[in-house]
T-cell receptor, first 114, second 111 residues
Framework: NAGVMQNPRHLVRRRGQEARLRCSPM?????VYWYRQLPEEGLKFMVY????????ESGMPKERFSAEFPKEGPSILRIQQVVRGDSAAYFC????????????FGQGTRLTVV | SQQGEEDPQALSIQEGENATMNCSYK?????LQWYRQNSGRGLVHLIL?????REKHSGRLRVTLDTSKKSSSLLITASRAADTASYFC???????????FGTGTRLQVTL
């Protein structure tokens, strides 16, 4: 039973390019969460999705960031026109139902903007 | 401000000793979850403790929850070098739509 799968593990983008981060939840999990972690800091919530629905995007910057979780395929976190401040580790988590159950995290995607 | 604040920020002990980390939070919770993160890696789920529970065990881990003090502790007994990592508490509140993480405790276990 594979865990939460994120790819790519490392992503380098030049300023102004787009970054696409993918997350496949654990089998049987229909709830997906995205978090961002800056060096030496804790994780900051970005967005919570269920299949085809955004449930809570209160932590998502209003511009340049978007997320989706289509009926088929992985969840995608998309960052348009990246800037150096977007450099961080982005983690995806999934849970079977909401967070009244355990959430399991992927290995993360480390985005570097040069 | 952080919902969860871990204390201490850093802890260095010798192999075989016990390590205790504390977490305080501000609002009522549904549950509190502890995670471990090795340097540069993802988070590993350790234990979930619900608001109506006071203590849970898993192997060498023991978690307590005191809702009256809004605090939790994680005890690792007979620590090993492989326990070296950062440990985070995270709380789920209200609609349980997100976990709010603290800043973590960095544990160093030396031989």
């Amino acid at each position: 039973n594979a865990g939460v799968m994120q790819n790519p593990r490392h992503l380098v983008r030049r300023r102004g390019q787009e970054a696409r981060l993918r997350c496949s939840p654990m089998k049987g999990h229909s709830h997906v969460y995205w978090y961002r972690q800056l060096p030496e800091e804790g994780l900051k919530f970005m967005v919570y999705l269920q299949k085809e629905n955004i449930i809570d995007e209160s932590g998502m910057p209003k511009e340049r960031f978007s997320a989706e979780f289509p009926k088929e395929g992985p969840s995608i976190l998309r960052i348009q026109q990246v800037v150096r401040g977007d450099s961080a580790a982005y983690f995806c988590a999934s849970s079977r139902t909401d967070l009244n159950t355990e959430a399991f995290f992927g290995q993360g995607t480390r985005l570097t903007v040069v | 401000s952080q919902q969860g604040e871990e204390d201490p920020q850093a802890l260095s002990i010798q192999e075989g000793e016990n390590a205790t980390m504390n977490c305080s939070y501000k609002t009522s919770i549904n549950n509190l979850q502890w995670y471990r993160q090795n340097s540069g890696r993802g988070l590993v789920h350790l234990i979930l403790i619900r608001s109506n529970e006071r203590e849970k065990h898993s192997g060498r881990l023991r978690v307590t929850l005191d809702t009256s003090k809004k605090s939790s502790s994680l005890l690792i007994t007979a620590s090993r070098a492989a326990d070296t990592a950062s440990y985070f508490c995270a709380t789920a509140t209200g609609t349980a739509s997100k976990l709010t993480f603290g800043t973590g405790t960095r544990l160093q276990v030396t031989l």
